[in-house]
């Protein structure tokens, strides 16, 4: 890229006509090689995780819910599972002069029926 510039100005029409119709594909040429580019990083072909696949996957806990953390002594049906904002309930029972610690639910005891009745109900195999 050491060319010595050129002055337009003392170009010719025809000469700047050719400059402006190379340009324009180059240019042209550059687009598709981008666009192809962005359609094989879309699709997945070069071995990345950003495919559409992994778009569609989405994060692992998106949509789960979680064993609550939390549960208020005075009202048993309000509990945390201690991501996002603290409630409302529990602002204000700080306010009052409790802790947050106070509110934790023993391990295991928050765990959904379900979940524990089919973790009990597994048999193992004999060696």
Do not use: H, N
Request: proline share 6%.
């Amino acid at each position: 890229m050491a060319k010595t510039p050129f002055k337009l100005a003392a170009m010719g029409v025809d000469a700047l006509i050719k400059l402006r119709d190379d340009i324009g594909a180059v240019l042209s040429q550059k687009s598709t090689d981008l666009k192809r580019q962005l359609q094989r990083l879309e699709t997945g072909s070069w071995g990345s995780s950003t495919g559409r696949g992994a778009a569609k996957r989405g994060r692992p806990r998106k949509g789960r819910k979680l064993p609550p953390k939390y549960r208020d002594s005075k009202d048993p049906s309000l509990v945390w599972a201690g991501r996002g904002a603290r409630p409302r309930w529990m602002e204000e029972r700080i306010k009052a002069g409790a802790k947050q610690e106070d509110f934790l639910i023993a391990p295991g005891e928050g765990r959904s029926r379900r979940k524990a009745a089919g973790r009990r109900g597994r048999k193992r195999k004999a060696a």
